[in-house]
Every structure is written in C-alpha cells, then in structure tokens.
C-alpha cells in the first residue's frame, strides 16, 4: 500500500513538473524562428536542463559518479530557475490578456523588441540567471541569530545555557564536504554550551554522505553538554534507521521520541517527525508520553522538526521548542505559503508560556539558492530566574 502511495505522489509530482516545463518551453520556443540555429539550441538546452535532476538522482541511485553530480547540480540550479521563469511567463502572459481588453504593449514597448521577440526570451534569461546566480551567494552566507530567553524557572548547576541550533542542513551532494566544514566551525565560533538540530540532517540518500565521510566531521562539534539531534522528514524519506544510526555512531545523541537529562533539572526532548507514520508506518509517541518522567518544574527543551504541535507543547508545559523545516520558503514568494501552513514559519514566538523558535535552516532543498530571506545559525540564550527551593 505505501508503495503504491509512494508510486502515485511521485506521479502527481512528475507530472506537474513536466506541464510546467512544457509550459515555459512552449513560450519560450515561440519567439524564435522555425528552422534556426538559435530555435535548435533552445530545444536542447532547455530539455537537457529541465531532465538533469530527474538524471542526476537516479544516476546517484545506480553509481554515484561526477556525472551523476554534474546533472544533479545542473538540475538543482534549474529547479531555481524553473521558478522564476514560470513567474515571468505568467505575467507576460496576464499582461497579453489585459492587453487585449486595453491595448498599450505597442505605447510601452519599443517596435524593435517587438519585432524580434527572441530579444525578451534572452532577457528574461540573463534576469533569471543573475537572480539565481545571487540566490546562490546568499544560501552560502549563513548569518548568526541572537534571541535572549528569560525563564522562570532554575536548575542547580547554572543560571544560564547557551544554545547553538541549526536546523535543515540536508548533507548529500549538492550540500558536502566545504558547506558542512564551514558550518562546523560557524558553529564552534559562537561557543556553546550545547548543539541542537532539530532535523533534516541528511538530504534522502545517505550514499553521498558516506562515500564523502561526512560523518567524521561531526567529531569536530565542540560543545560540553553535547551535540543532541531529532528525525526530519527527510529522514524518513531516505531510511530512518539507517540515518539516525550514521549520525550516532559519528557523536551526535539522536533523540526519538525520548527525553534526556544533560543537566540536572534540565531536559532535552527530541521527536521524531510527525511524518514517520507515512514513510514508515510508525506513529509516533504523544508528547504527554514521553514527558512523562519529567518532573513539573524543571526545565524542557523539545526538538520538533515541523512546526505543527503547539498545542500539545502548551499543555505539556514545555519551556522551548526548536523547528525548522520552512525554511521560510526558501525561494520567494513560498515563504508566503509556509507562512499559511504553519503557526510559526519563521523567527521567535511566545504561545502562552511556551517559548518557540523556528529556524530558517542553514542549508537548502533543491536548488542551492536562497531568494528572500536567509540561512542561520540561531544562538539562543537562556537565563534561568527562579531560585530551587
């Protein structure tokens, strides 16, 4: 049954995906001249391109290679680009149909473009390419979020815990060796008491993490009280028991569904993703149940990758719960969408007396590329204001 989901979802996908490329490709192919040289190019590129990440993932599947790399980055950049060529298309398209009510092109337009269409198909292009090619130089440019926590409440050892967090890393090919070395020493630069990611690690497929070792770069991570991680989505899609048992065996405590004191009286809780139960036909544990052993008054850190289950952090009380997931859209105008999916798309929010952050993530899905807003390492500061009787 799952795999006839699985079979039916990734039809739907495709689908879309190829109306959508057709779509543009037939736009595009129409602003230039049948039996030109220019009119063969376009044909060529356009589908070697629009096939790449189809070619490089399942390449990647049967013998991962510099090939299968090359049409995966190919393809990664092209999902990025699919997105804003489709934007221009549609609004070229809106405005022939207004102009067509209310003429005007020909008042704004100089005859000469008009007369030589391929001239708008190569602008929007090189427009695109350079929106791209500037989405690329964000996402490899990770700032640092500070946010101050006051909490009611103490534990005897302290009376304050910094926290490093980073969420949606999504390590594989296109995210590998040079990013995660990077990401690795941002995260030492802000000296941590404690690292906490909660999900999406590994991006699918755990092959290119492996044959890169990327695991040993954990080892790296300094952060007295540990380096404490949960299940993503992203996970599940690629193997659940098979990632989680990588990253623990490479010094990160993955947490699934259970709690851990690090310090006494504080507590660090991880979930696994509320989607385990579609990838893996595993339902996870009510919060309720998994808090159970903690006592009242102390203090609870909970690790949820998506960021859906408020309601049942507002009753168990909770302190803290970290996210990701979002990636507040990653490309705009998606993170308009993330914003109406979920309580919180990204940045701090109090629910009651539970306080919540959502990460925008430090790596990316997809496309290499960040359009409208950034990646971050968030450092979360808590000061603990009430003394233990």
Do not use: C
Not at 16 to 45: D, Q
Not at 136 to 149: C, E, F, G
Not at 202 to 230: R, S
Request: charged share 15%.
């Amino acid at each position: 049954m799952r795999q006839v989901q699985f079979i039916i979802f990734f039809s739907i996908v495709l689908t879309i995906y190829g109306l959508v490329n057709f779509y543009i490709f037939s736009r595009g192919l129409k602003t230039f001249e049948p039996g030109t040289s220019l009119r063969s190019a376009y044909i060529w590129a356009f589908w070697l391109l629009a096939a790449s990440y189809i070619i490089g993932r399942v390449l990647e599947k049967v013998y991962l290679s510099h090939l299968s790399d090359f049409f995966t980055w190919a393809g990664s950049f092209w999902l990025a680009a699919m997105v804003y060529l489709l934007i221009a298309v549609l609004a070229i398209d809106l405005l022939r149909v207004i102009n067509y009510f209310v003429p005007f092109i020909h008042k704004v337009i100089p005859d000469g473009i008009l007369m030589r269409p391929y001239f708008l198909t190569t602008g929007i292009a090189t427009a695109v390419f350079l929106l791209v090619f500037a989405g690329h130089l964000n996402a490899l440019l990770p700032r640092t979020n500070q946010v101050n926590i006051s909490l009611a409440k103490s534990i005897t050892t302290t009376d304050k815990l910094r926290i490093a967090m980073v969420s949606d890393i999504h390590l594989g090919t296109v995210i590998s060796t040079n990013r995660l070395h990077k990401i690795i020493d941002h995260l030492n630069s802000v000296e941590p008491d404690i690292i906490l990611i909660p999900g999406d690690i590994v991006d699918e497929d755990l092959a290119p993490v492996i044959q890169q070792n990327l695991g040993a770069m954990f080892k790296k991570l300094n952060a007295p009280l540990g380096v404490y991680a949960t299940t993503g989505n992203h996970e599940y899609i690629g193997g659940a028991d098979i990632a989680v048992n990588y990253l623990r065996q490479h010094g990160i405590t993955v947490l699934r569904d259970t709690a851990v004191e690090v310090l006494p009286h504080l507590w660090i809780v991880g979930r696994d993703d509320i989607e385990s139960n579609r990838f893996a036909g595993e339902t996870r544990k009510a919060l309720q149940e998994i808090m159970s052993a903690i006592p009242e008054n102390d203090v609870s850190i909970v690790l949820d990758h998506q960021p859906r289950a408020y309601n049942e952090a507002i009753a168990q009380h909770v302190d803290l719960i970290l996210s990701g997931h979002t990636h507040h859209g990653q490309l705009w105008p998606f993170n308009y969408i993330t914003q109406a999916m979920f309580p919180l798309s990204w940045g701090y929010k109090k629910f009651e007396q539970t306080h919540a952050y959502v990460s925008s993530g430090i790596g990316t899905w997809g496309p290499p590329v960040r359009i409208g807003n950034r990646p971050e390492v968030v450092v979360l500061s808590l000061r603990f204001e009430q003394q233990i009787d």
